[in-house]
């Protein structure tokens, strides 16, 4: 059987290392993997036992490990702005006037916010998008006729 992971000592001092300066929980756990097999030659079913993964999620990870290397650590938090229309500094100046006026004590409403939203990007909004909006959700009066 061919060894994806070599317990070298310079292997395994990089992969120590980097358990001390692990960021997230997800990257512990990799390095961890990688680690256990690197230095006590754990079978995958072991390893996969020790963090609580199925067996086949430590076959992929060592696989990658060999692949990528300590690429596979580096672990990309989930969510963002992945569609986006406007940037959050184009979100802030547009929705600047809204929430002064609303810190002045003005109402607003979600239609007038969202025809400007639908102006300044050029594509059709929904409702639900501009309710999301951090900068103005409180400032926000639902219209039951809008």
């Not at 067996?55 to 990528?68: F, G, I, Q």
């Amino acid at each position: 059987m061919k060894s994806l992971i070599v317990g070298d000592k310079s292997t395994v001092r990089r992969l120590a290392e980097r358990l001390k300066r692990a960021d997230s929980h997800s990257e512990y756990q990799r390095i961890q993997c990688v680690l256990i097999r690197a230095t006590l030659g754990s079978s995958a079913a072991e390893i996969a036992r020790l963090l609580g993964w199925s067996t086949a999620t430590v076959h992929v990870l060592h696989s990658r490990w060999a692949k990528e290397g300590e690429a596979i650590f580096d672990v990309r938090g989930r969510g963002g702005r992945h569609h986006q229309y406007l940037t959050p500094e184009h979100e802030q100046e547009l929705l600047a006037p809204f929430v002064q006026r609303a810190q002045a004590g003005g109402m607003l409403t979600v239609a007038e916010v969202q025809q400007a939203y639908r102006e300044r990007s050029g594509k059709e909004v929904a409702r639900s998008t501009i309710y999301r909006k951090r900068s103005i959700d409180r400032a926000l009066v639902p219209c039951a006729d809008c």
